[in-house]
């Protein structure tokens, strides 16, 4: 139960809207009046008032067990009070694509082929529960109670050490094994859309979760981070070597069909030409073969594709 000095989430946020009215209006009044101290003395006042109110709605929230971020816009997305629509939505929705697609990792594992389930995608959802002046500011929250962290703040967590590694290339492969060549080109899109906006990002600035620390990408930074993931964000070749029975050469495309003998599948991929005259005497017969599987992220599928080759006939 609350108490009567523990109010809800909703009447804090509709006391925040209240506010934001006011601050605005306020702003207006100095600069049409900039030499009016009181404005300025009145300004500070509204704004003392409101960081308590995000902290009040941060520990409203944890009560109902809910985990709470605030983000911060600044650049040439910002206008006044205001903030591009087309900018907000974007971001919005590449956010929650890169805490749904940690999520993956979290939950089961990190790379999917396909849509990520549904229990998945409801797990990570966040919600859009107040804004506020501070250049441009929103508060999101996880949509679902749960006890202990959340969801969405484990999958910040991650996105937290992605942003620490900044454009270091060696410490961005390394968290990209555990969660996952899908999320590295999720986060990669969310770095595309701050720099190319010409934005400025600031993380957790009022309120801060457990274990979080305010964080800022600028535009510059943003940009370093997307030329730094796309070399290399690509999952490095694999080499795997299996017994079976090469079923089909194709010697002017260059492809081949393999069935395993311990397991039946078939793999379908291609070899150099170099190869070529070895493929064609193998045909049909059983073979120990290596093969190289690059992985690669389609952006327009939204999944990962695998190419096999033929390396080298081992026996």
């Known amino acids: 139960m609350l108490t009567e000095k523990q109010r809800p989430p909703s009447i804090i946020q509709e006391e925040l809207s209240e506010l934001n009215a006011l601050i605005r209006k306020e702003q207006d009044l100095i600069q049409k009046y900039p030499d009016k101290i009181s404005l300025k003395f009145g300004l500070d006042s509204l704004k003392d008032r409101e960081s308590y109110l995000l902290s009040e709605l941060k520990q409203s929230y944890e009560r109902y067990q809910i985990d ?21 939505g974007e971001f919005s929705s590449a956010l929650q694509e890169v805490v749904t697609s940690i999520s993956q990792s979290i939950i089961d594992k990190p790379t999917v082929k396909g849509s990520i389930p549904k229990e998945i995608v409801n797990a990570s959802q966040m919600d859009l529960v107040a804004t506020a002046t501070g250049s441009f500011r929103i508060v999101v929250a996880s949509h679902e109670t749960q006890l202990g962290d959340s969801i969405p703040k484990k999958s910040l967590q991650s996105l937290n050490s992605l942003t620490d590694c900044e454009d270091d290339k060696t410490r961005i492969k390394e968290i990209g094994r555990y969660i996952g060549i899908r999320s590295m080109k999720k986060y990669q899109n969310l770095m595309g859309l701050i720099y190319k906006s010409n934005a400025k990002l600031k993380m957790y600035d009022s309120i801060v979760p457990e274990g979080f620390n305010t964080k800022e990408i600028s535009t510059d930074l943003a940009r370093r981070i997307y030329t730094a993931i796309g070399e290399v964000a690509d999952m490095p070749n694999e080499r795997k070597t299996y017994f079976g029975k090469l079923t089909g050469v194709n010697v002017r495309s260059f492809t081949f069909e393999f069935v ?3 397991t039946d599948e078939i793999i379908k991929g291609s070899f150099s030409n170099t190869l070529a005259e070895e493929a064609k005497k193998r045909l049909d017969s059983m073979s120990t073969i290596e093969f190289i599987i690059s992985t690669t992220f ?18």
């Open 68 to 88: 709470a971020f605030d983000f911060v816009f600044e650049g040439d997305v910002i206008r006044e009070h205001s903030i591009s629509l087309y900018f907000i």
């Open 298 to 315: 389609d952006d327009v599928l939204d999944e990962e594709k695998s190419k096999w080759s033929i390396g080298n006939f081992v026996d």
């Open 260 to 262: 395993i003998d311990e």
